[in-house]
């Protein structure tokens, strides 16, 4: 059973800049499709970023270039470094594993299998 832990969230000003971690209770987290989601007040699930062990990345557009997805596979720990925050970031951010994998990795919530309890992220 694969269970993830996020961490890393909290309040921030326009501007600002967080990075979110999740670790993975797993053998090695480069086996898995690895992603970012988040959900706003009122809002679907949304996909933020994606990565597979290879480093194919998948972004959503509302986030290209200002944020940035990563793995350390030593330390089986997925990161979101969030810079240039806007208040339309405001949401609790999920990270989620997938068994199947794809290139590149998919962003559709309905792809993962493994979800963490989730990390408030607040911007104003």
């Known amino acids: 059973h694969v269970q993830l832990v996020e961490s890393g969230g909290g309040p921030v000003q326009v501007g600002g800049s967080l990075r979110l971690s999740c670790v993975a209770s797993v053998d090695t987290i480069g086996r898995y499709c690895m992603g970012w989601f988040r959900q706003g007040p009122g809002k679907e699930r949304e996909g933020v970023a994606a990565i597979v062990g290879d480093r194919s990345t998948t972004y959503a557009d509302s986030v290209k270039g200002r944020f940035t997805i990563s793995q350390d596979n030593a330390k089986n720990t997925l990161y979101l470094q969030m810079n240039s925050l806007k208040p339309e970031d405001t949401a609790m951010y999920y990270c989620?594993?997938?068994?199947?994998?794809?290139?590149?990795?998919?962003?559709?919530?309905?792809?993962?299998?493994?979800w963490g309890q989730g990390t408030q992220v607040t911007v104003s």
């Open positions: 989620a594993a997938a068994l199947v994998c794809f290139r590149p990795p998919p962003l559709h919530p309905t792809q993962y299998n493994y």
